[in-house]
């Protein structure tokens, strides 16, 4: 089965930038299309970026429209989210997911990992 593991959260002033990194391992993760989610304290999971399972046909929430871009590598089994303009709206713990098929809602998605936090101070 897929394992995902993000990295490259932390610490941030508003309008910086910051690349998150999700590791896969295990089989097919060329067969899944991918999505990025997170989730502040005391809000709902929501969703931010997610690419088919060749990379492509991309499609972003409103709220990151233009200042973050989501990118499988598929060779290196790796999914990345590259944020810029960071706000202090978008402190949250990001997780990266896996699905067959593509979509925006949570409950789509089966494989998720532990998560990484991103804090953008104002």
């Known amino acids: 089965q897929l394992q995902l593991v993000e990295s490259g959260g932390g610490l941030v002033q508003a309008g910086g930038s910051l690349r998150l990194s999700c590791a896969a391992s295990?089989?097919?993760?060329?067969?899944?299309?991918m999505g990025w989610f997170r989730q502040a304290p005391g809000k709902e999971r929501e969703f931010v970026a997610a690419v088919d399972w060749n990379g492509g046909n991309p499609m972003y929430a409103e709220y990151v429209k233009g200042r973050f871009t989501c990118s499988k590598d598929n060779a290196k089994k790796q999914l990345y989210l590259q944020m810029n303009g960071l706000r202090p709206e978008d402190t949250a713990v990001y997780y990266c997911?896996?699905?067959?098929?593509?979509?925006?809602?949570?409950?789509?998605?089966?494989?998720w990992g532990p998560g990484t936090q991103v804090t953008v101070s104002s």
């Open positions: 997911a896996s699905v067959h098929g593509f979509g925006g809602q949570p409950k789509q998605y089966g494989r």
């Open positions: 295990g089989r097919d993760f060329s067969a899944y299309s």
